[in-house]
Structure formats: C-alpha cells, structure tokens
C-alpha cells in the first residue's frame, strides 16, 4: 500500500478519526472509508425515526402539507348576474309605463306589484343560492372548488396539474371584472372545470 501524507498535513484541512478504526476521515464523510462504520453527523438528535417520519407524512396527507398557504377565496360574484339584473330593470319599467298608459285603475297596481317582486325575486333569489353553494379556493399547492348548498360537492385541482385557464369575458363583463374561468387539467376527474 502506498504511502499518503495524514490528510491533516494536507491544506489545512480539518479531520475527524472514526470510531471503530480511528483512521483519518474528511468531516462531510457519513461511514468511513476503510471500515464501512456509520459516523455521527451533526444535528443527528434531530434525525427522525422511520415511525416518527409516517406519522409525519400521514399528518400531511390529512390535512395539507405545511407549506400550503391560502392565496385567494371567492363565491359567485353579483355582477355576474348583470344581464337578469338589466332584463329586470327594463321589464320593470316596461310594466310601469304599461300600467300607467292602459290600466290607471288602483285595483291592478297590486298584479303590477306583484310582477315586479317577481322580476326583481327570481334573480335575487337566484343570486343567493349561487352566493351560498359556490366557493372557490387556491392554494399554492390547489384549486378547490365547492359547489352544492344541502349535498356539498368538492373538486379538488393539483396547480401542477393545470394545463391551461382560460377567461371568457363579454364586453360589459370586462367592464366589471368578471368572466367565466376556464380551467383544463390533466386531471382524470375533472378534465375540464368552468
């Protein structure tokens, strides 16, 4: 066997002698070169066992990993709705006029009342079932998307899954910031998610 200077003589570099064999090792060495023994390595107290390493992953598969944080959240937006909102509007004008020019007779202003509480209740009451059934999430790691008021359904989109999103957005909904999302995935499950 040759003869190697002690790796000490050799710039300055500091060592540390295994355990079983006290031959010369380089610090960042995790077993000995020439016996094969396991070294101590540093912050080695803080090494987890296998069982502690599983109750660890379980705990991140139940409730999301640590690093996951909240980006944005939302419901239905009302100014979705503008178009049942303006088609409300006109109608309820249009009956407002068409009362005043054939019928002035103060028994029909209670059938005129009550189409205009049903032109301004079926989009007011539609507003609040897609407000209470519809939510939606992202996360840095997802996209959730909630939907159902009685029988709640989730879907749940991995961000590295998505493909493409696309907004769909008319001239009046550029103006008020809203639009249908698009999103396709690789998913299995929901391949395509508006």
Known sequence: MPYREPIEDRAGIETMNCPKCNAQIVP????????????????????????AKMRQAAARAAGGSPQEEELWSGTYSSKAMIGAWITAGVLSCAAIVGWIIWMPEALWWLALLGLIVLLWGVPLLQLLYRQLSIHYRLTSQRFVHQTGLLRRITDRIEVIDIDDITVEQGFVERMLGVGTIRIKSSDRTHPDLR
């Open 28 to 51: 960042p060495a995790r077993f000995c070169h020439l016996c094969g023994e396991g070294l101590p390595q540093e912050g080695a107290e803080e090494q987890l066992s296998p069982a």
